[in-house]
């Protein structure tokens, strides 16, 4: 049985990419190369700029994920490190599919050589993932409440006011989660995990930086876009936060055909290959630049400890 589980996600990544890509073939049959070379070099070198102001922001963002986990583990650690861990758990689990457990392979690594127990590294992971979560749905409820109609992008049957509601359902979800903090709810278990309720303090931050990276993320796609046709930002964070979730959610690596499929749903009044060349730009700055440079961090800090252990044995 365990021989099969551990196939199991790699299989349903790789069926996910294979549907996908032939849905996408189909919505892009009619697409040159002309056409995305174009829409590319259409983009200005100003928003070229911002596109990278905004990865390197986004990515700062994703330490204060680690940094929050910290705090509430009551653990001190140097920002430095932190922030290169991170950025290397997030660089690689972006591209590498399954992105809890990849990215937990990178933490553990790492923080256990600073004295974090393996339980407190599960629970920190734990942490991380809820705080995009909670930042999610937090996200997701302001923009279903002030521009409901960006479901109808995706789904065009839905009854008047339903994306609405939806959206205040999840306002009220964050509220719980808030209320919960203010009156010290019980500690929360997964398995052999026990995670205590953060404190007001700890959700305050949690609230901030998870969005804060979302945008950030979805900003690399806004300047991407050509200002003709585009909807506005709040339409385009929308999208996003639907196809980067669905993304997430396929284990498929980098979320490959499964982002693009979605957003080209999302945005089917605009050219196909101006939404595709502002896809390519956000896989660009925000997969494979950090993922390559995710790979060199991985290198150095395994010689680094390989010359440890080789001069702690020597001693």
């Given at each position: 049985?365990?021989?099969?589980?551990?196939?199991?996600?790699?299989?349903?990544?790789?069926?996910?990419?294979?549907?996908?890509?032939?849905?996408?073939?189909?919505?892009?049959?009619?697409?040159?190369?002309?056409?995305?070379?174009?829409?590319?070099?259409?983009?200005?070198?100003?928003?070229?700029?911002?596109?990278?102001?905004?990865?390197i922001l986004?990515?700062?963002?994703?330490?204060?994920?680690?940094?929050?986990?910290?705090?509430?583990?009551?653990?001190?650690?140097?920002?430095?490190?932190?922030?290169?861990?991170?950025?290397?758990?997030?660089?690689?689990?972006?591209?590498?599919?399954?992105?809890?457990?990849?990215?937990?392979?990178?933490?553990?690594?790492?923080?256990?050589?600073?004295?974090?127990?393996?339980?407190?590294?599960?629970?920190?992971?734990?942490?991380?993932?809820?705080?995009?979560?909670?930042?999610?749905?937090?996200?997701?409820?302001?923009?279903?409440?002030?521009?409901?109609?960006?479901?109808?992008?995706?789904?065009?049957?839905?009854?008047?006011?339903?994306?609405?509601?939806?959206?205040?359902?999840?306002?009220?979800?964050?509220?719980?989660?808030?209320?919960?903090?203010?009156?010290?709810?019980?500690?929360?278990?997964?398995?052999?995990?026990?995670?205590?309720?953060?404190?007001?303090?700890?959700?305050?931050?949690?609230?901030?930086?998870?969005?804060?990276?979302?945008?950030?993320?979805?900003?690399?796609?806004?300047?991407?876009?050509?200002?003709?046709?585009?909807?506005?930002?709040?339409?385009?964070?929308?999208?996003?936060?639907?196809?980067?979730?669905?993304?997430?959610?396929?284990?498929?690596?980098?979320?490959?055909?499964?982002?693009?499929?979605?957003?080209?749903?999302?945005?089917?009044?605009?050219?196909?290959?101006?939404?595709?060349?502002?896809?390519?730009?956000?896989?660009?700055?925000?997969?494979?630049?950090?993922?390559?440079?995710?790979?060199?961090?991985i290198l150095?800090?395994?010689?680094?400890?390989?010359?440890?252990?080789?001069?702690?044995s020597g001693?």
């Amino acid at each position: 049985m365990k021989s099969l589980s551990k196939y199991f996600w790699p299989v349903v990544g790789l069926l996910t990419i294979t549907l996908s890509a032939w849905l996408l073939f189909m919505e892009l049959r009619g697409l040159s190369v002309e056409d995305l070379a174009d829409s590319l070099g259409a983009i200005s070198f100003g928003n070229w700029l911002l596109c990278g102001l905004s990865t390197i922001l986004a990515y700062a963002a994703l330490a204060g994920y680690d940094r929050i986990a910290l705090a509430h583990l009551g653990k001190r650690i140097d920002w430095l490190f932190i922030t290169v861990c991170s950025f290397t758990a997030y660089a690689l689990s972006h591209n590498v599919g399954a992105s809890v457990f990849s990215g937990a392979v990178v933490r553990y690594r790492a923080y256990t050589s600073r004295g974090l127990t393996p339980t407190e590294v599960g629970i920190l992971v734990t942490f991380c993932s809820f705080t995009f979560v909670l930042g999610t749905i937090f996200l997701a409820g302001l923009v279903l409440v002030f521009r409901p109609d960006v479901a109808e992008r995706f789904v065009d049957i839905l009854p008047g006011g339903f994306s609405a509601s939806l959206g205040y359902l999840f306002l009220a979800l964050v509220g719980l989660y808030i209320v919960g903090s203010r009156l010290g709810f019980k500690p929360l278990k997964i398995g052999f995990l026990q995670i205590p309720y953060p404190k007001p303090g700890i959700v305050a931050r949690q609230l901030v930086i998870g969005p804060l990276e979302l945008i950030s993320a979805a900003t690399i796609i806004y300047f991407a876009l050509p200002a003709a046709g585009n909807p506005g930002f709040v339409v385009v964070l929308g999208i996003f936060l639907v196809s980067f979730s669905a993304a997430l959610i396929s284990h498929a690596p980098g979320g490959l055909g499964v982002l693009e499929l979605v957003f080209l749903t999302g945005l089917s009044d605009m050219p196909a290959a101006d939404v595709l060349a502002a896809l390519l730009v956000f896989r660009l700055f925000y997969l494979l630049i950090p993922f390559v440079m995710a790979l060199f961090v991985i290198l150095l800090f395994e010689l680094r400890e390989w010359r440890k252990r080789r001069h702690g044995s020597g001693a």
